[in-house]
């Protein structure tokens, strides 16, 4: 049986069915698939465990190929963002992604930084979970693979670029 949550940013209306919030796995532990770092402490250490290999890693150390890919990420959420209707310039983040085999990204531990605009995190989580429902990261690997790492909007390499392109 399928419940459905309606949920409202701004103008934007997202569906949620909740059998999507939440995924079990073998390793006998359900995750909200957003969650805030620091919550959840015993089920994001076995996902840390399961999800071991690194984003450097799987680019097979190709470092600005990862970057490119990384940035771009960033990018298409600060797209996502407006797309919905959501205000996330000025947040500054701590991220760590889970993606699996085909660049799907199956967990989102976020914490906000401490120089971050503060944002409503219910809200923040909702746009994260309509994110990651229709992301696909470019890169496919015979294992699933993880990143932390921390970013602010909107995305600074995007902001720099721009920079540059203007002082010409």
Known sequence: M???YLLVISNFMLLLPTNQTF??????????????????EEEYEKLVVKYELGLL???NNDLKGAFEKLNSMYEEMHAH????????DGVRV?????????????????HLRPNSRNIDLKQFEVFLLSFIQVYRFP???EQPYSL????????????NTAHSQAAK
């Open 23 to 40: 995924i079990e796995h073998p390793i006998e532990f359900v995750l909200p698939r957003v969650f805030q770092i620091g919550t959840y």
């Open 57 to 59: 890693e799987v680019s």
């Open 148 to 159: 932390y790492t921390s970013t602010s909007f909107p995305p600074y390499y995007k902001k």
């Open 139 to 141: 890169l496919l690997h």
């Open 2 to 4: 399928y419940s459905t």
């Open 81 to 88: 963002a407006e797309y919905v209707g959501m205000d996330i």
């Open 94 to 110: 701590w991220l760590h992604f889970f993606w699996n085999k085909d660049g799907t990204i199956a967990y989102l531990g976020y």
